[in-house]
Every structure is written in C-alpha cells, then in structure tokens.
C-alpha cells in the first residue's frame, strides 16, 4: 500500500501508513514504551481518536480503550489494520466512527457497542468473525462493498437512521434476527454465500439484486424490495403490514411466502421449486403477469386486482380460499344474435374484465383457454 494518503504517515517505515503522532513523528504501534505511554495519557473519555491506517495488535487495542475508559469521542481508524482480536464489547462511541477501509485480521466484536453518532465500515475486510450483536447506532450504519469471511452476527443489532450493505459480501452465515430499523435496510447487490436468518425484524429491508447463494429466510415490516433477487437455495419470506416487491425474483429452491395483511407484486418471478404464498387476513397480489412457475399454490389471498396475463405454467397454479373480482350485471345491447342479453354476476380474473371489454389495460389478457385453466383451478 502505498503512502498516498492525507494524513502524516509514519517515519519508522517507508511502508508504515499509520498516522504520525507529534512530536514523535511515528504512529503508536511503533513508539517507544516511554512515548507510547506519554501519548496514551493523552488520551481521554470523549476525545478524539485517530488510528488510521496504524496497525493495532490485541495489547495495543486494550491499552487505547482502557485509556479512553471505553468511550472514545470521534473515532477515525480508515485503513486501520486489527492483527489481534478486536474487542470493542460494549465501548461507548460519542461521536462520529469511520472504519473505511479497515483490515481485521482475527475476531471483530462490536458485541453491545453503542454508536451515539454515525458508523462507516465501507470496504472493510473481516477475515473472521464479525460481531455485532446487540449493538445500537444512533446515527446511519455503512458496510458498503465490506466483506465478511466467517460469520456475520447483526442479531438483536438496532440502527435507528438505517443500514446500508450494498454490494457487501457475506461469506459465511449471517443473522440479523431480531434487529431493529428506524430506516431502510439496504442489501442492495450484497451477496450471502451461506444462509441469511432475516427473521423477526422490524422495519423496512431492501435486497435489489441480491445473491443468496444459498437459503435465505426473511421478514420485514412496512415494505421489503427484492426485485432481480436470485436465490439458489430455499426461499423464505414471512410479512407483516408489508408492501411485497419480488418482481423478477427467482428461486431454484423451495418458496414459502406467508404474508399478514400484506400486499405482494410476483410479476415475472421464476421459481422453479414448489412454491406457495398463503395469507391471514386481508393480502392481495397485483400481479402474475409473466411469471414462470410450475408448482404454484396460493391460500386465502384477494385476487381481485391481480393480472395473470403471460403466466407460463396455468396448468400449475392451485387457488385455495382465494377470492376474484364480481363481473357486471344487467342487460346488453349486441350486433349478434341475440341482441339483448342478460349478465349475472360472477367472480371472475381482472384479464377476463378486460379481454371482454368490460375495463381497459395497457396490454392484452391471456387467451380465453388460459383464462379457463386458472379458472379450473379455483377451489
């Protein structure tokens, strides 16, 4: 790495990026025992703490937070590199952390932190765990383009301004069960390269063109996003008071989506595993238009509004409990014989409204036969 920075780098070694501490001109891991404990006696609760690019090994690290009684001020370690165990176990952050670019070597444990400002770990690398369990930022959380080697523990995490993850990569398995969003969530583009446990989090997720390598389970309140999503494993989703977005989602494994007076839009989605969506409640769907699904069953969910038009498998959707929008009723006048006719109402699918004429849309239904597949199928 070269010493293109914009910080006084360290005079010990050409190669050394660490910042350079005055008057010493050297960064603490390579100052004298005499100067480093003159520096540290410089440092106090609610100070500043500048670390970038210094590499920190588990004594070194000890020292720096027993000298800040655990509550550092605004912390900036950018380029910082962890050799040791990285125990941050419930320090107190007063200020703004930037962790740009940060290298971990071992364990990273931010296990009960607390972030009273904003924290940024955009492109960092954890070559082991990370840990964030129970931690809570009071600002806007970043792990944009981090990678994760080994676990990734978020569980009972809460980011009271969001999380951002996009791009990340998450190599081993990964838990956000339980956490708290104030904001969006936003994986957009991460990848997760063994399973995801997104259960029983409150707020609104986003996962645009996610990876899960392999099973995901998810949840979410308010709204979850994952249109372009892949997923080659199981997917499971499970909403509450939701705003669904799975549009071109596609699953090589199972799916299982149970919504809770939610709402879901599978336009073209391709789940090629069986698959069902069950809702309690009142949960609609708006859309099945070009949707590749051999092995499709839905259960109590308001069809009222949702479109079916390009659906490739009809012969494979199984409507249980499911309900349609009423055709009109009442007397027609036609050129054809007979000229007066007389229409009951009926439940029928939103297409058959406008394949009749009886509403507009902006492009055709399905042809009569596949309207009569789906139709056949409703129990």
């Given amino acids: 790495m070269t010493k293109d920075m914009d910080w006084a780098t360290c005079s010990y070694s050409p190669s050394c990026t660490g910042v350079a501490r005055q008057p010493y001109g050297r960064c603490l891991s390579h100052l004298s025992p005499e100067q480093l404990t003159d520096a540290l006696e410089g440092l106090r609760p609610g100070r500043q703490l500048d670390l970038r690019g210094t590499t920190v090994d588990g004594e070194l690290l000890a020292k720096i937070l027993a000298a800040t009684e655990g509550r550092p001020g605004r912390s900036r370690m950018d380029l910082a590199r962890f050799t040791g165990e990285a125990r941050f176990t419930e320090v107190r952050f007063q200020g703004d952390v930037s962790l740009d670019g940060a290298r971990f070597d071992r364990l990273a444990s931010f296990f009960g932190a607390t972030f009273m400002g ?32 080994s676990d990734a523990l978020f569980s009972e995490a809460v980011f009271a301004r969001g999380l951002s993850c996009e791009r990340a990569r998450f190599d081993g398995y990964a838990t956000f069960d339980g956490a708290w969003f104030g904001e969006l969530a ?7 390269g063994r399973t995801l446990s997104f259960r029983k989090v409150r707020g609104r997720a986003g996962f645009e063109s996610a990876h899960f390598a392999s099973s995901a389970y998810l949840s979410a309140t308010g709204r979850l996003a994952a249109t372009g999503a892949r997923a080659d494993g199981a997917l499971d989703l499970a909403v509450e008071d939701c705003s669904l977005d799975l549009r071109r989602v596609e699953v090589r494994g199972t799916t299982a989506i ?3 007076g939610s709402h879901a839009d599978l336009e073209s989605v391709v789940l090629r595993g069986p698959a069902t969506v069950t809702g309690r409640g009142f949960c609609t769907i708006s859309s099945l238009r070009g ?8 259960f109590g969910l308001d069809l009222s509004a949702c479109r079916f038009a390009g659906l490739a498998h009809p012969s494979g959707l199984r409507l249980t409990g499911c309900t349609f929008a009423f055709t009109s009723r009442g007397v027609r006048l036609s ?10 109402r009926r439940r029928a699918l939103p297409d058959e409204h406008r394949w009749r004429g009886w509403t507009r849309g902006p492009d055709g239904p399905p042809p009569p036969d596949g309207l009569a597949e789906i139709h056949g199928e409703q129990r």
């Fill in 118 to 149: 904003n924290v940024s770990f955009t492109g960092a690398r954890f070559a082991r765990q990370l840990s964030f369990h129970g931690a809570t930022v009071r600002g806007h959380a970043c792990f944009d383009r981090a990678v994760v080697a």
């Fill in 186 to 192: 936003a994986f957009r583009g991460a990848r997760f």
């Fill in 258 to 260: 149970r919504l809770t």
């Fill in 291 to 298: 949707a590749v699904a051999p092995d499709l069953s839905l």
């Fill in 335 to 344: 050129l054809r014989w007979p000229p007066l006719r007389w229409f009951s």
